[in-house]
């Protein structure tokens, strides 16, 4: 704020709409450049009630991530009460387990809590005397002309128009900002639903605090056309998530009473079932989420609003990879204005978007992709003697040859860039596994040279 | 009306949103069963004011709309006033015409003009007594658990509110019905607009009302990346249509100035150009149209709400089956009442949304599809060639292929249909057309032999 006095555009303060992670994450990089911020939030504020309605509880932090949250100072703290992953444990339909490790040793996506994380970032901004959140001002409309928010105050029931100079659209999936886009000339969108929905579940903790599955693991529990995950709490507990269809034999509509729903967990989870004492209740209480991808472009109106996060891209959580975009963002566009400067505005639009469009489909994309691996290709033992040769040649080759999902997790390579070089090495892979019947025959010297002239190729 | 004592469901009126060719024919066709219809129109009356701003002034009328006009006993009246377009005209850049008949002898598309169409549903519509039109109502919202239409009557400047108990929404591509149902769980929705966009032009009559171009034909002006068209009115004028980028060295952006707009038509459609008066006025006066592909899924809430029309499946103009896809759906919607009778409105919606939704799918493709060949293939003495034999190999074998132009426009085979037995003839051409140079080499054995073949396999 040094220059506010010599300067009018500095004094004109940035306007979020949208407090969650990505708005209350945005708002502190950008209040850390020197501007004032002013944020409105639709719901209550989460310090004092929780916002969580049909949220996930649990998120998986990983690389990009934990980059952006650095950037801001406060990836050590989220880290101390985050737990690390390292690897997928597949539970088969009779209890045994498989292994697969996520990536190299020390390589963890981490579980945290979506709550924890979001009211920790809104404490860091509004600690900032440049910033100031209001909570409860629901988005009515956007006079996009005159650069006005019309907003309802939930508390008092008035409605207020608040002035903006420069709006930044961070209000999720159903965002208002974009809606108001929307009807604007030649505003491509789209939003469509899986034929799956969700419901979040508890495995209970187990005494004192104990944790009854593999503690730094993500559980799976594959079934072809369906699954269940479990990430763990802090607590001892886990969230599990079931993603099943909404109709045909197995599915929401044919489970409609507490005994359907226990004889089927019993059935196809026997090892967790008698860990979920309150699945009954919890199956019927939860509300059923339904499973979005939103893409649309421009993500700009202007020089003067910018969509960033789930606004602009809302993507389904298969790969663990939605707030992790949302975040990459906040780094992107710091890094804009590092190179630009901050009254560069009509540029950095424009190239953020330019930039980030193509990564967030491919992000969109490899979210529905993973769906059908993490549903059933995970419970297939060749896919996971795949994996083992995959991290053989990895070590093998060092730096020539990154797994898809190590890419996208752990590397900070673009998303775009990712999905095509995971492709090429899926259509190595595919030529090579013919000649692999357990992972010892990669050793043999016919694989060892069919590998030698894949990379030779690959280049 | 005759039962209308006798049951209170007839005495409910059914609503409709959107007065335009669908919403009006649509009340049309419902007040022919007996239904008391209340319609409700955005714009002001039409016959008042004309209400085409920013819309096509033509329409090419095929058979599916014939159809359905034929349906409310009106097609013979708009035929009249219709001129039959029995072929393409393609106007090359030096001026030479190439011509490609539309169909068999006797086969035409014709030119219709917009507003009268409309105006006269509207009158054959508001002649019963069952049907009340209002005009000058805005929908501002839709309460779909309440069955309430919120209005705003644009003279008075008063919100009022409608019950409805079964609502059609045919308010078309922008549709306010539809925004409502958007944000209802699980409704996929897209809009996709082209990088191209649309101006309105006139060739101007000759002496004594004389048409300076032939009559009976729709004239293309194919440039590869953009394309003008021109269809005749009744007053001896065309209305021309040019299909051209926003962006890039030949685009609406490149040309700012009147004088650069008649250098580009000069140079680009020298026999045009000269017939175009009131050009420059005209390319400066007249909005840029945007091009929108707009698709969703369910077309109904509950079994109450139902959108039919470009509300919901707008397509780009390059078919001329936009219209007639909106007509037909008022067929179908009829015959699905035949059958399964008045009140069995939650088949009927459910049965029509599943019969419908994959044939806009194809119409929106095909439309797509076409204005590739008419921008650019229709230059090509090739393609102009496997038009001809395609005539030749449909003549003679009779019933067994029809090009695929005909059967999208001269029957009423399901879009989807046609589209798939398009592609697979596609393929066949493919085929044949390396040994063919010339017509005349239809009649050689090798080719006969082929064709032969090709026929058998086809089935």
């Known amino acids: 704020m040094s220059n506010a006095s010599s300067s009018t555009a500095a004094a004109e303060p940035l306007t979020v709409m949208g407090a969650g992670l990505v708005g209350s994450l945005l708002s502190l990089y950008l209040a850390r450049r020197g501007h004032p911020v002013q944020v409105f939030e639709r719901r209550p504020d989460p310090r004092r009630t929780g916002f969580l309605e049909g949220r996930s509880i649990n998120l998986a932090v990983s690389?990009?991530?934990?980059?952006?949250?650095?950037?801001?100072?406060?990836?050590?703290?989220?880290?101390?009460?985050?737990?690390?992953?390292?690897?997928?444990?597949?539970?088969?339909?009779?209890?045994?387990?498989?292994?697969?490790?996520?990536?190299?040793?020390?390589?963890?996506?981490?579980?945290?809590?979506?709550?924890?994380?979001?009211?920790?970032?809104?404490?860091?901004?509004?600690?900032?005397?440049?910033?100031?959140?209001?909570?409860?001002?629901?988005?009515?409309?956007?006079?996009?002309?005159?650069?006005?928010?019309?907003?309802?105050?939930?508390?008092?029931?008035?409605?207020?128009?608040?002035?903006?100079?420069?709006?930044?659209?961070?209000?999720?999936?159903?965002?208002?900002?974009?809606?108001?886009?929307?009807?604007?000339?030649?505003?491509?969108?789209?939003?469509?639903?899986?034929?799956?929905?969700?419901?979040?579940?508890?495995?209970?903790?187990?005494?004192?605090?104990?944790?009854?599955?593999?503690?730094?693991?993500?559980?799976?529990?594959?079934?072809?056309?369906?699954?269940?995950?479990?990430?763990?709490?802090?607590?001892?507990?886990?969230?599990?998530?079931?993603?099943?269809?909404?109709?045909?034999?197995?599915?929401?509509?044919?489970?409609?009473?507490?005994?359907?729903?226990?004889?089927?967990?019993?059935?196809?989870?026997?090892?967790?079932?008698?860990?979920?004492?309150?699945?009954?209740?919890?199956?019927?209480?939860?509300?059923t989420g339904s499973l979005v991808t939103v893409r649309c472009f421009p993500w700009k109106y202007d020089d003067d609003v910018l969509l960033l996060g789930d606004a602009a891209h809302a993507i389904v959580p298969f790969y663990g990879q939605g707030m992790n975009a949302g975040f990459e963002d906040c780094t992107v566009l710091n890094e804009l204005l590092d190179q630009h400067g901050d009254a560069a505005w009509p540029t950095i639009f424009a190239e953020f978007q330019q930039q980030r469009k193509p990564n967030a489909d491919a992000i969109a994309d490899l979210a529905v992709y993973n769906f059908v691996e993490m549903r059933d290709r995970v419970a297939d033992p060749r896919f996971l003697l795949q994996k083992k040769i995959e991290a053989k040649i990895s070590a093998q080759y060092p730096g020539r040859w990154m797994p898809l999902y190590s890419q996208v997790t752990f590397s900070h390579t673009p998303y775009a860039e990712a999905w095509a070089a995971g492709q090429q090495q899926e259509a190595i892979m595919a030529r090579l596994l013919p000649h692999i019947q357990q992972e010892a025959d990669y050793e043999r010297a016919e694989v060892q040279e069919l590998v030698k002239q894949e990379m030779a190729v690959k280049g």
């Not at 409309?141 to 659209?169: A, C, M, N, V």
């Not at 030649?186 to 034929?195: A, G, I, K, N, T």
Request: charged letters at 25%.
């Open 63 to 287: 690389d990009r991530a934990w980059r952006a949250l650095e950037g801001v100072g406060v990836a050590d703290d989220i880290r101390q009460v985050g737990i690390a992953m390292s690897q997928r444990i597949m539970h088969d339909a009779k209890g045994q387990l498989s292994y697969q490790p996520y990536g190299e040793d020390g390589q963890a996506i981490y579980s945290v809590n979506r709550g924890h994380l979001n009211r920790t970032l809104l404490d860091l901004a509004e600690a900032r005397p440049n910033v100031q959140v209001r909570f409860g001002q629901q988005c009515l409309g956007i006079d996009l002309r005159r650069q006005q928010l019309q907003l309802l105050d939930s508390e008092s029931g008035q409605e207020h128009t608040e002035k903006y100079t420069r709006l930044f659209g961070t209000d999720g999936a159903f965002s208002a900002v974009r809606g108001a886009l929307q009807k604007t000339e030649r505003f491509d969108y789209s939003q469509h639903y899986l034929e799956y929905g969700y419901k979040e579940l508890t495995i209970e903790a187990g005494p004192d605090g104990s944790w009854q599955l593999e503690k730094n693991a993500l559980h799976i529990w594959p079934r072809g056309q369906y699954m269940m995950i479990a990430l763990p709490n802090l607590d001892g507990s886990f969230n599990c998530t079931l993603f099943f269809p909404y109709d045909g034999p197995e599915s929401f509509a044919s489970l409609q009473t507490p005994a359907q729903v226990t004889d089927f967990f019993r059935r196809v989870f026997p090892d967790a079932e008698p860990l979920m004492p309150e699945l009954e209740r919890e199956f019927f209480e939860h509300p």
